[in-house]
């Protein structure tokens, strides 16, 4: 009888053992894979080709737009051009056939106010702040930086007043308080025929904020 219940005490201490070991294992294996999901990018794969998302941002497309696609922490963002206008940060990526033009002569002429077109009438003060050549999977890009300032009507207290400025093409004598202060930063590349311009912006003050996420979605654009 003695001889019994030592057995018996013994496979009823075994059972626990055995379950924390399955327990243990189990949680090294999720904490593995977990962490090897929390590493790996985000990437939206377009018709033609790849880009990386910053974490928490998402992507819109537009069948109306094909050649437009929109990343935005706004998780009801449109891809329409007028969106352009919003003050939070956004990056936009366009693409059309580019026929014989190369990527230098391209540059050349777009470079000199590459801004969003919601403010190609209206902005002032351009500065072209960076320009480098890189290489995106063996393809030559082109790398430009730029700031750019945006009237600001909506803070303006005479709106006849400000309408009257941007008529009159007067925009540099509004106050500083009325004005927006933007930066670019755009990656320019040409693959298949295609030319792939894909732009971060941002409000001036908040640049320091994005600019690491901004440049390590460009750089890993794959077209």
Sequence with gaps: MKIKNIFFDKKLISIPIVFIFFLVLLSTIYFFFNKKTETLPNVYKGSTFEITVPDGWSVATSSVYS??????QDKKIKATRQMLSTSDPIIFLSTKDVGSTTLDEFVKKIKTNLVPVSYRYSYNNYKILEEATTTLNDTEAYILGTYFEVPNSNSYTDKNEFVKKIK??????VSQNYITKYRN???ITIKDGKIYIVTATAQDEAWSKVEDNFRKVLINFNP
């Design 168 to 173: 009159n093409n007067s925009t540099t004598t």
């Design 67 to 72: 050649d437009f696609t929109v990343i935005s």
């Design 185 to 187: 930063l755009s990656i």
